[in-house]
Protein backbone atom coordinates (compact mmCIF):
# COMPACT_ATOMS: atom_id res chain seq x y z
CA UNK A 1 0.00 0.00 0.00
CA UNK A 2 2.35 2.59 1.60
CA UNK A 3 5.62 2.42 -1.52
CA UNK A 4 7.46 5.64 0.26
CA UNK A 5 10.38 3.71 2.44
CA UNK A 6 11.75 6.74 4.79
CA UNK A 7 9.92 6.41 8.37
CA UNK A 8 8.54 10.04 7.45
CA UNK A 9 6.99 9.65 4.56
CA UNK A 10 5.36 6.71 6.08
CA UNK A 11 3.61 8.83 9.13
CA UNK A 12 2.63 11.37 6.76
CA UNK A 13 0.53 8.71 4.75
CA UNK A 14 -0.77 7.75 8.27
CA UNK A 15 -1.68 11.14 8.91
CA UNK A 16 -3.30 11.54 5.72
CA UNK A 17 -5.38 8.74 6.06
CA UNK A 18 -6.59 9.25 9.80
CA UNK A 19 -7.64 12.37 8.85
CA UNK A 20 -9.27 11.65 5.55
CA UNK A 21 -10.92 9.01 7.76
CA UNK A 22 -11.88 11.16 10.17
CA UNK A 23 -13.85 13.42 7.60
CA UNK A 24 -15.64 10.83 5.79
CA UNK A 25 -16.86 9.62 9.46
CA UNK A 26 -18.01 13.13 10.43
CA UNK A 27 -21.29 13.46 8.41
CA UNK A 28 -22.95 10.43 10.66
CA UNK A 29 -20.98 11.44 13.76
CA UNK A 30 -22.75 15.13 13.48
CA UNK A 31 -26.23 13.77 12.66
CA UNK A 32 -25.49 11.60 15.78
CA UNK A 33 -24.71 14.69 18.02
CA UNK A 34 -27.74 16.41 16.44
CA UNK A 35 -30.55 14.30 17.09
CA UNK A 36 -29.17 12.31 19.89
CA UNK A 37 -26.51 13.89 22.05
CA UNK A 38 -27.90 17.72 21.71
CA UNK A 39 -31.62 16.35 22.17
CA UNK A 40 -31.24 14.27 25.07
CA UNK A 41 -28.85 16.69 26.75
CA UNK A 42 -31.73 19.16 26.53
CA UNK A 43 -34.10 17.12 27.72
CA UNK A 44 -32.26 16.00 30.82
CA UNK A 45 -32.02 19.64 31.69
CA UNK A 46 -35.20 21.24 30.66
CA UNK A 47 -36.67 18.07 33.08
CA UNK A 48 -34.21 19.36 36.23
CA UNK A 49 -36.45 22.56 35.75
CA UNK A 50 -34.24 24.69 33.68
CA UNK A 51 -36.32 26.34 30.87
CA UNK A 52 -34.20 27.99 27.88
CA UNK A 53 -35.55 30.82 26.74
CA UNK A 54 -35.20 30.45 22.77
CA UNK A 55 -37.28 27.38 22.69
CA UNK A 56 -40.81 27.79 22.02
CA UNK A 57 -42.49 24.43 23.01
CA UNK A 58 -40.35 24.45 26.33
CA UNK A 59 -41.89 27.86 27.19
CA UNK A 60 -45.51 27.46 26.25
CA UNK A 61 -46.02 24.24 28.41
CA UNK A 62 -48.82 23.90 30.35
CA UNK A 63 -47.69 23.34 34.08
CA UNK A 64 -44.51 24.32 33.92
CA UNK A 65 -41.71 24.34 36.54
CA UNK A 66 -38.90 26.63 36.21
CA UNK A 67 -35.98 27.15 38.10
CA UNK A 68 -32.50 28.38 38.36
CA UNK A 69 -30.91 25.50 39.44
CA UNK A 70 -31.54 22.19 38.66
CA UNK A 71 -34.43 20.94 40.78
CA UNK A 72 -36.42 17.06 40.76
CA UNK A 73 -39.36 19.12 41.62
CA UNK A 74 -40.84 17.81 38.18
CA UNK A 75 -40.16 14.35 38.59
CA UNK A 76 -41.60 14.49 41.85
CA UNK A 77 -44.80 15.99 41.05
CA UNK A 78 -44.66 12.97 37.78
CA UNK A 79 -43.94 10.07 40.32
CA UNK A 80 -47.05 11.45 42.24
CA UNK A 81 -49.51 10.96 40.24
CA UNK A 82 -51.46 7.68 40.02
CA UNK A 83 -52.12 7.22 36.21
CA UNK A 84 -48.28 7.38 36.45
CA UNK A 85 -47.72 4.44 38.41
CA UNK A 86 -50.32 2.85 36.62
CA UNK A 87 -49.03 3.22 33.31
CA UNK A 88 -45.43 2.44 34.34
CA UNK A 89 -46.50 -1.09 35.84
CA UNK A 90 -48.96 -1.59 32.37
CA UNK A 91 -45.65 -1.19 30.75
CA UNK A 92 -43.09 -3.15 32.90
CA UNK A 93 -46.16 -6.15 32.44
CA UNK A 94 -46.04 -5.53 28.97
CA UNK A 95 -42.19 -5.52 28.58
CA UNK A 96 -41.48 -8.56 30.29
CA UNK A 97 -44.57 -10.63 28.98
CA UNK A 98 -43.36 -9.85 25.49
CA UNK A 99 -39.47 -10.81 26.25
CA UNK A 100 -40.89 -13.88 27.96
CA UNK A 101 -43.54 -15.29 24.80
CA UNK A 102 -40.96 -13.79 22.41
CA UNK A 103 -37.99 -15.35 23.91
CA UNK A 104 -39.85 -19.02 24.49
CA UNK A 105 -41.46 -18.88 20.71
CA UNK A 106 -38.51 -17.99 18.85
CA UNK A 107 -36.29 -20.12 20.38
CA UNK A 108 -38.24 -22.87 19.38
CA UNK A 109 -38.61 -21.27 15.67
CA UNK A 110 -34.84 -21.42 15.64
CA UNK A 111 -34.54 -24.93 16.84
CA UNK A 112 -36.57 -26.33 14.44
CA UNK A 113 -35.70 -24.05 11.61
CA UNK A 114 -31.61 -25.26 12.63
CA UNK A 115 -32.17 -29.15 13.29
CA UNK A 116 -34.76 -30.25 10.42
CA UNK A 117 -34.14 -30.60 6.63
CA UNK A 118 -37.32 -30.50 4.58
CA UNK A 119 -40.46 -28.95 2.81
CA UNK A 120 -42.04 -28.29 6.16
CA UNK A 121 -39.24 -26.44 7.44
CA UNK A 122 -38.36 -24.43 4.85
CA UNK A 123 -41.72 -23.04 4.79
CA UNK A 124 -41.17 -22.29 8.80
CA UNK A 125 -38.05 -19.98 7.44
CA UNK A 126 -40.68 -18.19 4.98
CA UNK A 127 -43.32 -17.93 7.63
CA UNK A 128 -41.91 -16.35 9.94
CA UNK A 129 -40.39 -13.69 7.77
CA UNK A 130 -44.28 -12.12 6.88
CA UNK A 131 -43.98 -9.53 9.99
CA UNK A 132 -41.46 -7.83 8.27
CA UNK A 133 -43.08 -7.23 5.15
CA UNK A 134 -45.60 -5.88 7.39
CA UNK A 135 -45.61 -1.84 8.49
CA UNK A 136 -45.94 -2.18 12.19
CA UNK A 137 -49.15 0.29 11.86
CA UNK A 138 -50.49 -2.19 9.42
CA UNK A 139 -50.21 -4.92 11.57
CA UNK A 140 -51.69 -3.67 15.06
CA UNK A 141 -55.10 -2.55 12.79
CA UNK A 142 -55.05 -6.48 10.95
CA UNK A 143 -54.91 -7.56 14.75
CA UNK A 144 -57.02 -5.01 16.35
CA UNK A 145 -60.13 -6.42 13.50
CA UNK A 146 -59.13 -9.84 13.83
CA UNK A 147 -58.94 -10.19 17.93
CA UNK A 148 -61.34 -7.08 18.70
CA UNK A 149 -64.93 -7.80 19.77
CA UNK A 150 -67.24 -9.10 17.29
CA UNK A 151 -63.96 -10.00 15.48
CA UNK A 152 -63.47 -13.13 12.59
CA UNK A 153 -61.46 -14.62 16.01
CA UNK A 154 -64.78 -14.19 18.24
CA UNK A 155 -67.05 -15.61 15.75
CA UNK A 156 -64.78 -18.76 14.91
CA UNK A 157 -64.65 -19.47 18.94
CA UNK A 158 -68.62 -18.70 19.01
CA UNK A 159 -69.50 -21.43 16.27
CA UNK A 160 -67.37 -23.82 18.56
CA UNK A 161 -69.05 -22.59 21.23
CA UNK A 162 -66.40 -20.72 23.46
CA UNK A 163 -66.85 -18.16 25.24
CA UNK A 164 -64.16 -15.15 24.51
CA UNK A 165 -63.40 -12.42 26.01
CA UNK A 166 -61.20 -9.63 23.67
CA UNK A 167 -57.56 -8.53 24.70
CA UNK A 168 -57.54 -5.94 22.51
CA UNK A 169 -57.54 -2.52 24.86
CA UNK A 170 -55.84 -4.09 27.64
CA UNK A 171 -52.28 -5.07 28.52
CA UNK A 172 -52.45 -8.99 26.93
CA UNK A 173 -53.49 -7.04 23.37
CA UNK A 174 -50.52 -4.89 23.46
CA UNK A 175 -48.19 -8.20 24.36
CA UNK A 176 -49.86 -10.23 21.23
CA UNK A 177 -48.96 -6.98 18.91
CA UNK A 178 -45.54 -6.72 20.40
CA UNK A 179 -45.04 -10.54 19.82
CA UNK A 180 -46.50 -10.54 16.14
CA UNK A 181 -43.98 -7.79 15.11
CA UNK A 182 -40.96 -8.61 17.30
CA UNK A 183 -40.63 -12.12 15.52
CA UNK A 184 -38.39 -11.95 12.10
CA UNK A 185 -35.85 -10.03 14.29
CA UNK A 186 -35.36 -12.29 16.99
CA UNK A 187 -35.49 -15.86 14.86
CA UNK A 188 -33.52 -13.91 12.32
CA UNK A 189 -30.50 -13.07 15.39
CA UNK A 190 -31.05 -16.31 17.03
CA UNK A 191 -30.81 -18.66 13.80
CA UNK A 192 -27.70 -16.87 13.10
CA UNK A 193 -26.39 -17.69 16.13
CA UNK A 194 -27.59 -21.39 15.92
CA UNK A 195 -25.63 -21.40 12.61
CA UNK A 196 -21.98 -21.18 14.17
CA UNK A 197 -23.23 -24.24 16.59
CA UNK A 198 -21.69 -27.46 14.87
CA UNK A 199 -23.39 -30.57 13.91
CA UNK A 200 -21.53 -32.78 15.24
CA UNK A 201 -21.22 -31.29 19.14
CA UNK A 202 -25.21 -31.76 19.51
CA UNK A 203 -24.77 -35.47 17.63
CA UNK A 204 -21.87 -36.31 20.09
CA UNK A 205 -23.75 -35.29 23.17
CA UNK A 206 -26.94 -37.05 21.78
CA UNK A 207 -25.31 -40.52 21.37
CA UNK A 208 -23.91 -40.27 25.05
CA UNK A 209 -27.25 -39.91 26.09
CA UNK A 210 -27.95 -36.37 26.95
CA UNK A 211 -31.71 -35.12 26.77
CA UNK A 212 -32.94 -32.70 24.61
CA UNK A 213 -33.26 -30.49 27.61
CA UNK A 214 -30.02 -31.31 28.65
CA UNK A 215 -28.45 -30.36 25.28
CA UNK A 216 -30.59 -27.15 25.21
CA UNK A 217 -29.33 -25.90 28.98
CA UNK A 218 -25.43 -27.39 28.48
CA UNK A 219 -24.82 -26.73 24.73
CA UNK A 220 -26.77 -24.36 22.81
CA UNK A 221 -27.73 -21.79 24.97
CA UNK A 222 -23.98 -21.10 25.94
CA UNK A 223 -22.95 -21.02 22.73
CA UNK A 224 -25.78 -19.20 21.61
CA UNK A 225 -25.82 -16.83 24.44
CA UNK A 226 -24.60 -13.18 22.58
CA UNK A 227 -27.88 -13.64 20.02
CA UNK A 228 -30.05 -14.28 23.22
CA UNK A 229 -28.84 -11.02 25.04
CA UNK A 230 -29.49 -9.33 22.15
CA UNK A 231 -33.02 -10.30 21.35
CA UNK A 232 -33.72 -9.71 25.10
CA UNK A 233 -32.20 -6.46 25.13
CA UNK A 234 -33.32 -5.15 21.85
CA UNK A 235 -37.07 -6.09 23.10
CA UNK A 236 -37.13 -4.56 26.02
CA UNK A 237 -35.94 -1.34 24.27
CA UNK A 238 -38.05 -1.85 21.81
CA UNK A 239 -41.23 -2.55 23.78
CA UNK A 240 -40.47 0.05 26.44
CA UNK A 241 -40.30 2.73 23.73
CA UNK A 242 -42.90 1.31 21.69
CA UNK A 243 -45.91 3.74 20.50
CA UNK A 244 -47.87 2.56 17.41
CA UNK A 245 -48.61 -0.91 18.72
CA UNK A 246 -50.10 0.09 22.29
CA UNK A 247 -52.10 3.28 21.27
CA UNK A 248 -53.44 0.92 18.53
CA UNK A 249 -54.33 -2.18 20.57
CA UNK A 250 -54.12 -0.47 24.24
CA UNK A 251 -57.16 1.09 26.18
CA UNK A 252 -57.49 4.60 27.23
CA UNK A 253 -56.70 3.71 31.15
CA UNK A 254 -53.44 2.81 32.13
CA UNK A 255 -51.37 3.66 29.00
CA UNK A 256 -48.12 2.70 28.48
CA UNK A 257 -45.68 4.83 28.55
CA UNK A 258 -44.77 5.64 24.60
CA UNK A 259 -48.42 6.53 24.34
CA UNK A 260 -48.89 9.05 27.51
CA UNK A 261 -45.97 10.60 26.40
CA UNK A 262 -47.15 10.83 22.98
CA UNK A 263 -50.06 12.47 24.18
CA UNK A 264 -48.61 14.66 27.10
CA UNK A 265 -46.47 16.21 24.22
CA UNK A 266 -48.79 17.26 21.24
CA UNK A 267 -52.91 17.04 22.86
CA UNK A 268 -52.40 18.11 26.25
CA UNK A 269 -49.69 20.43 26.18
CA UNK A 270 -47.48 19.24 28.30
CA UNK A 271 -44.37 19.17 27.10
CA UNK A 272 -42.35 18.99 30.38
CA UNK A 273 -44.06 16.24 31.65
CA UNK A 274 -43.56 14.16 27.97
CA UNK A 275 -39.89 15.23 28.32
CA UNK A 276 -39.44 14.58 32.13
CA UNK A 277 -41.34 10.53 30.69
CA UNK A 278 -38.63 10.58 28.01
CA UNK A 279 -35.68 11.18 30.31
CA UNK A 280 -37.26 8.57 32.84
CA UNK A 281 -37.51 5.99 30.01
CA UNK A 282 -33.78 6.77 28.97
CA UNK A 283 -32.74 5.92 32.33
CA UNK A 284 -34.90 2.98 32.65
CA UNK A 285 -33.26 1.83 29.43
CA UNK A 286 -29.37 2.35 29.73
CA UNK A 287 -28.60 -1.05 31.67
CA UNK A 288 -30.48 -2.69 28.42
CA UNK A 289 -28.88 -0.08 26.16
CA UNK A 290 -25.25 -0.77 27.33
CA UNK A 291 -25.45 -4.63 27.57
CA UNK A 292 -27.32 -4.57 23.81
CA UNK A 293 -24.43 -2.28 22.41
CA UNK A 294 -22.13 -4.30 24.23
CA UNK A 295 -23.55 -7.78 22.74
CA UNK A 296 -23.67 -6.45 19.25
CA UNK A 297 -20.20 -5.28 19.07
CA UNK A 298 -19.34 -8.41 20.69
CA UNK A 299 -21.52 -10.36 18.49
CA UNK A 300 -19.42 -8.67 15.49
CA UNK A 301 -15.93 -8.95 16.78
CA UNK A 302 -16.81 -12.66 16.64
CA UNK A 303 -18.55 -12.42 12.88
CA UNK A 304 -15.17 -10.71 11.54
CA UNK B 1 -35.01 -40.44 31.73
CA UNK B 2 -37.53 -37.10 32.30
CA UNK B 3 -41.57 -38.48 32.54
CA UNK B 4 -41.19 -35.16 29.82
CA UNK B 5 -39.43 -36.88 27.42
CA UNK B 6 -41.13 -40.36 26.70
CA UNK B 7 -42.86 -38.50 23.79
CA UNK B 8 -40.05 -37.21 22.14
CA UNK B 9 -38.44 -40.50 21.59
CA UNK B 10 -41.76 -41.57 20.04
CA UNK B 11 -41.32 -40.26 16.30
CA UNK B 12 -45.32 -40.09 15.43
CA UNK B 13 -46.50 -38.45 18.55
CA UNK B 14 -43.64 -35.66 18.43
CA UNK B 15 -44.06 -35.72 14.67
CA UNK B 16 -47.90 -34.55 15.33
CA UNK B 17 -47.01 -32.39 18.31
CA UNK B 18 -44.78 -30.34 16.12
CA UNK B 19 -46.99 -29.91 13.21
CA UNK B 20 -50.16 -28.81 15.55
CA UNK B 21 -47.20 -26.10 16.98
CA UNK B 22 -46.46 -24.96 14.03
CA UNK B 23 -50.29 -24.95 12.62
CA UNK B 24 -51.18 -22.34 15.53
CA UNK B 25 -48.22 -20.34 15.00
CA UNK B 26 -49.25 -20.21 11.02
CA UNK B 27 -52.71 -19.44 11.99
CA UNK B 28 -50.98 -16.46 14.61
CA UNK B 29 -49.46 -14.95 11.93
CA UNK B 30 -51.34 -15.32 9.20
CA UNK B 31 -55.29 -15.57 10.12
CA UNK B 32 -54.79 -11.48 11.06
CA UNK B 33 -53.59 -10.45 7.60
CA UNK B 34 -56.21 -12.68 5.84
CA UNK B 35 -59.05 -11.20 7.56
CA UNK B 36 -57.61 -7.77 6.29
CA UNK B 37 -57.25 -8.75 2.89
CA UNK B 38 -61.23 -9.86 3.13
CA UNK B 39 -61.95 -6.74 4.90
CA UNK B 40 -60.50 -4.78 1.43
CA UNK B 41 -62.77 -6.39 -0.87
CA UNK B 42 -65.65 -6.97 1.46
CA UNK B 43 -68.93 -4.53 0.93
CA UNK B 44 -71.02 -6.57 3.79
CA UNK B 45 -69.36 -8.69 6.88
CA UNK B 46 -71.89 -9.07 9.73
CA UNK B 47 -70.80 -10.69 13.06
CA UNK B 48 -70.90 -13.95 13.52
CA UNK B 49 -69.91 -14.23 9.25
CA UNK B 50 -66.67 -15.98 9.14
CA UNK B 51 -66.53 -14.50 5.76
CA UNK B 52 -68.10 -11.06 4.23
CA UNK B 53 -71.80 -11.65 3.35
CA UNK B 54 -71.32 -9.71 0.01
CA UNK B 55 -68.02 -8.62 -1.89
CA UNK B 56 -67.51 -5.71 -3.56
CA UNK B 57 -64.71 -2.95 -4.56
CA UNK B 58 -66.53 0.21 -3.88
CA UNK B 59 -64.03 1.33 -1.38
CA UNK B 60 -61.29 0.80 -3.46
CA UNK B 61 -63.17 3.80 -5.97
CA UNK B 62 -63.32 5.82 -2.71
CA UNK B 63 -59.87 5.74 -1.30
CA UNK B 64 -58.49 6.77 -4.99
CA UNK B 65 -60.91 9.68 -5.51
CA UNK B 66 -59.79 10.86 -1.68
CA UNK B 67 -57.59 14.35 -1.64
CA UNK B 68 -56.14 13.77 1.75
CA UNK B 69 -55.20 10.12 0.28
CA UNK B 70 -53.25 11.68 -2.51
CA UNK B 71 -51.65 14.30 -0.66
CA UNK B 72 -50.25 11.87 1.37
CA UNK B 73 -49.11 9.31 -1.21
CA UNK B 74 -46.93 12.61 -2.54
CA UNK B 75 -45.55 13.35 0.36
CA UNK B 76 -44.75 9.65 0.68
CA UNK B 77 -43.17 9.82 -2.42
CA UNK B 78 -41.09 12.48 -1.79
CA UNK B 79 -40.16 11.74 1.54
CA UNK B 80 -38.85 8.18 1.36
CA UNK B 81 -36.37 8.62 -1.66
CA UNK B 82 -35.07 11.81 -0.24
CA UNK B 83 -34.16 10.17 2.94
CA UNK B 84 -32.60 6.97 1.33
CA UNK B 85 -30.53 9.54 -1.02
CA UNK B 86 -29.32 11.68 2.15
CA UNK B 87 -28.50 8.74 4.27
CA UNK B 88 -26.80 6.88 1.50
CA UNK B 89 -24.28 10.53 1.10
CA UNK B 90 -24.29 10.56 4.90
CA UNK B 91 -22.68 7.06 5.64
CA UNK B 92 -21.37 5.43 2.19
CA UNK B 93 -18.47 7.54 2.54
CA UNK B 94 -17.86 6.94 6.21
CA UNK B 95 -18.65 3.16 5.78
CA UNK B 96 -15.76 2.91 3.69
CA UNK B 97 -13.62 4.74 5.68
CA UNK B 98 -14.74 2.29 8.56
CA UNK B 99 -13.81 -0.59 6.63
CA UNK B 100 -10.35 0.96 5.10
CA UNK B 101 -9.02 3.21 6.87
CA UNK B 102 -7.12 3.70 10.39
CA UNK B 103 -8.27 6.63 12.38
CA UNK B 104 -7.89 7.71 15.94
CA UNK B 105 -11.66 6.62 17.88
CA UNK B 106 -12.75 4.37 14.88
CA UNK B 107 -13.67 2.14 16.88
CA UNK B 108 -15.77 4.50 19.69
CA UNK B 109 -17.42 6.30 16.54
CA UNK B 110 -18.13 2.77 14.84
CA UNK B 111 -20.19 1.59 18.09
CA UNK B 112 -21.41 4.95 18.77
CA UNK B 113 -23.39 5.09 16.18
CA UNK B 114 -25.81 1.88 17.83
CA UNK B 115 -26.90 4.76 20.26
CA UNK B 116 -29.76 5.66 18.13
CA UNK B 117 -30.64 1.78 18.53
CA UNK B 118 -30.08 1.74 22.52
CA UNK B 119 -32.83 4.60 22.75
CA UNK B 120 -36.52 3.83 23.64
CA UNK B 121 -37.71 5.50 20.41
CA UNK B 122 -40.73 7.36 21.26
CA UNK B 123 -38.78 8.62 23.79
CA UNK B 124 -36.08 10.12 21.47
CA UNK B 125 -38.48 11.17 18.64
CA UNK B 126 -40.18 13.55 21.43
CA UNK B 127 -36.92 14.82 22.47
CA UNK B 128 -36.06 15.19 19.10
CA UNK B 129 -39.17 17.45 17.92
CA UNK B 130 -38.51 19.41 21.43
CA UNK B 131 -35.47 20.49 19.77
CA UNK B 132 -36.58 21.17 16.66
CA UNK B 133 -39.22 23.43 17.64
CA UNK B 134 -36.17 26.12 19.28
CA UNK B 135 -35.01 25.24 15.44
CA UNK B 136 -38.34 25.90 13.69
CA UNK B 137 -38.47 21.90 11.83
CA UNK B 138 -41.63 21.10 13.67
CA UNK B 139 -43.84 20.07 10.50
CA UNK B 140 -41.22 20.57 7.70
CA UNK B 141 -40.25 18.46 5.42
CA UNK B 142 -36.70 18.38 6.42
CA UNK B 143 -37.54 18.11 9.96
CA UNK B 144 -39.06 14.81 9.10
CA UNK B 145 -36.08 13.30 6.80
CA UNK B 146 -33.92 14.93 9.43
CA UNK B 147 -35.51 12.51 12.32
CA UNK B 148 -35.84 9.69 9.92
CA UNK B 149 -32.33 9.66 9.47
CA UNK B 150 -31.93 8.39 12.84
CA UNK B 151 -32.95 4.62 11.91
CA UNK B 152 -31.15 4.75 9.04
CA UNK B 153 -27.58 5.55 10.35
CA UNK B 154 -26.62 1.90 11.43
CA UNK B 155 -27.67 -0.43 8.56
CA UNK B 156 -26.71 2.21 6.18
CA UNK B 157 -23.31 2.24 7.48
CA UNK B 158 -22.61 -1.34 9.16
CA UNK B 159 -24.11 -3.67 6.58
CA UNK B 160 -21.95 -1.73 3.29
CA UNK B 161 -18.73 -1.52 5.93
CA UNK B 162 -18.78 -5.55 6.10
CA UNK B 163 -19.37 -5.17 2.36
CA UNK B 164 -16.31 -3.10 1.58
CA UNK B 165 -14.33 -4.97 4.03
CA UNK B 166 -14.76 -8.37 2.07
CA UNK B 167 -13.29 -7.29 -1.01
CA UNK B 168 -10.51 -9.09 -1.91
CA UNK B 169 -7.53 -6.61 -1.94
CA UNK B 170 -5.33 -8.71 -4.60
CA UNK B 171 -8.01 -7.82 -7.07
CA UNK B 172 -7.47 -4.20 -6.46
CA UNK B 173 -3.84 -4.12 -6.43
CA UNK B 174 -3.65 -6.43 -9.82
CA UNK B 175 -5.75 -3.62 -11.28
CA UNK B 176 -2.98 -1.15 -9.52
CA UNK B 177 -0.66 -2.69 -10.86
CA UNK B 178 -1.95 -2.76 -14.41
CA UNK B 179 -2.14 1.01 -14.28
CA UNK B 180 -5.49 1.64 -13.43
CA UNK B 181 -5.74 5.00 -11.46
CA UNK B 182 -7.25 4.87 -7.73
CA UNK B 183 -10.85 5.91 -8.67
CA UNK B 184 -10.79 3.56 -11.49
CA UNK B 185 -10.30 0.88 -9.23
CA UNK B 186 -12.64 1.78 -6.88
CA UNK B 187 -15.41 2.51 -9.39
CA UNK B 188 -14.55 -0.87 -11.63
CA UNK B 189 -13.68 -3.34 -8.85
CA UNK B 190 -14.25 -2.02 -5.51
CA UNK B 191 -18.00 -0.58 -5.89
CA UNK B 192 -19.22 -3.70 -7.92
CA UNK B 193 -18.05 -6.35 -5.09
CA UNK B 194 -19.60 -4.64 -2.36
CA UNK B 195 -22.91 -3.71 -3.96
CA UNK B 196 -25.17 -6.27 -2.77
CA UNK B 197 -24.46 -4.83 0.72
CA UNK B 198 -25.12 -1.32 -0.51
CA UNK B 199 -28.14 -2.72 -2.14
CA UNK B 200 -29.16 -4.31 0.80
CA UNK B 201 -29.12 -1.35 3.25
CA UNK B 202 -30.46 0.99 0.72
CA UNK B 203 -34.09 -1.05 -0.25
CA UNK B 204 -34.08 -1.41 3.80
CA UNK B 205 -33.56 2.24 3.79
CA UNK B 206 -35.70 3.23 1.79
CA UNK B 207 -38.71 0.40 3.19
CA UNK B 208 -37.69 2.13 6.96
CA UNK B 209 -38.56 5.38 5.90
CA UNK B 210 -41.98 4.43 3.60
CA UNK B 211 -43.18 2.26 6.57
CA UNK B 212 -42.12 4.74 9.32
CA UNK B 213 -45.04 6.66 11.55
CA UNK B 214 -43.87 7.22 14.89
CA UNK B 215 -41.07 9.89 14.14
CA UNK B 216 -43.17 11.29 11.18
CA UNK B 217 -46.00 11.99 13.76
CA UNK B 218 -44.43 13.88 16.44
CA UNK B 219 -42.14 15.79 13.97
CA UNK B 220 -43.96 16.38 10.82
CA UNK B 221 -47.58 16.95 12.37
CA UNK B 222 -49.84 18.70 11.29
CA UNK B 223 -48.56 19.53 7.79
CA UNK B 224 -46.75 16.23 6.97
CA UNK B 225 -49.01 13.58 6.64
CA UNK B 226 -47.01 10.65 5.14
CA UNK B 227 -49.38 7.51 4.44
CA UNK B 228 -48.75 5.73 7.42
CA UNK B 229 -49.41 8.84 9.14
CA UNK B 230 -52.89 8.87 7.66
CA UNK B 231 -53.38 5.82 8.89
CA UNK B 232 -53.55 6.63 12.27
CA UNK B 233 -56.99 8.69 11.74
CA UNK B 234 -58.19 6.34 9.20
CA UNK B 235 -58.21 3.76 11.46
CA UNK B 236 -60.00 5.84 14.00
CA UNK B 237 -62.97 7.18 12.02
CA UNK B 238 -63.51 5.34 9.08
CA UNK B 239 -65.29 1.66 8.71
CA UNK B 240 -62.95 -1.08 8.70
CA UNK B 241 -63.15 -1.59 4.38
CA UNK B 242 -61.25 1.50 4.21
CA UNK B 243 -58.59 1.26 6.86
CA UNK B 244 -58.50 -2.62 5.40
CA UNK B 245 -57.94 -0.96 1.28
CA UNK B 246 -55.74 1.33 2.41
CA UNK B 247 -53.64 -0.98 4.37
CA UNK B 248 -53.32 -3.49 1.17
CA UNK B 249 -52.20 -0.40 -0.49
CA UNK B 250 -49.46 0.84 1.89
CA UNK B 251 -47.85 -2.88 2.44
CA UNK B 252 -47.57 -3.82 -1.63
CA UNK B 253 -44.42 -1.48 -1.88
CA UNK B 254 -43.06 -3.27 0.56
CA UNK B 255 -43.97 -7.07 -0.40
CA UNK B 256 -43.22 -6.12 -4.25
CA UNK B 257 -39.72 -4.50 -3.25
CA UNK B 258 -38.84 -7.06 -0.45
CA UNK B 259 -39.36 -9.98 -3.19
CA UNK B 260 -37.60 -8.55 -6.26
CA UNK B 261 -34.63 -7.95 -3.96
CA UNK B 262 -34.79 -11.62 -2.41
CA UNK B 263 -31.80 -12.74 -3.49
CA UNK B 264 -29.88 -10.20 -2.00
CA UNK B 265 -31.72 -10.38 1.34
CA UNK B 266 -31.33 -13.86 2.02
CA UNK B 267 -27.27 -13.05 2.03
CA UNK B 268 -27.27 -13.14 5.78
CA UNK B 269 -27.60 -9.17 6.13
CA UNK B 270 -31.32 -8.72 7.70
CA UNK B 271 -30.41 -9.85 11.26
CA UNK B 272 -28.49 -6.37 11.34
CA UNK B 273 -31.65 -5.24 12.69
CA UNK B 274 -34.60 -4.71 10.62
CA UNK B 275 -37.26 -2.54 12.84
CA UNK B 276 -38.23 -2.00 15.99
CA UNK B 277 -42.30 -1.92 16.89
Known sequence: MVRAHRWSAVSRARSKEALVGLLLVAPPTLVLLFLVVIPAWQAVTFSLGIVPADNVAY???????????????????????????????????VTFATMTLLTLV?????????????????????????????PAIIAGYALTIFYGDHGVFQAALNRMGLPYHSPIGAGWGIVLGQLWVSIPFAVLMLSSGLDGVAEEQVEVARDAGAS???????????????PLLIVLTFTFIGVFGSFTIPYLLGGNAPQMLGVSMQLNFSAFRQQQIAVALAVFSFLVCAVAGYLYVYATTRRQQGAA | MKPTSWFW?????????????????????????????????????????????????????????????????????LTAPTVTLVSAAVCLPAAYAFARFDFPLKRVLYVSLLASNAFPKIGLYIVIAAFFFQLNLIGTFWGVVLVQLINTLVYMTWIPAASFAAVPRELEEAARDLGASPLKVFFTVTLPFAMPGIIVAVILTFLGSLDESQATLVVGAPEITTLPILMYTLVSSYPEPVGAVFSVLLALPSVVLLLLARKYLLGGYLAAGFKGG
Not at chain 1, 65 to 91: H, K, Y
Not at chain 2, 17 to 31: C, E, N, P, Y
Open chain 2, 9 to 77: HYPPLRKALTIIMLAVFGAFLLLPLVSLLLWAVAERWNYPGLIPQQFGLRWWSWIFTNADIGKAARWSA
Open chain 1, 212 to 226: FWVILWRILLPLNFI
Open chain 1, 59 to 93: NSSLNLIRSDTPTLAVFRRLFATRSFTQNLGLTFF
Open chain 1, 106 to 134: SYALALYARFNRGRLSGLVRTLYLIPMFV
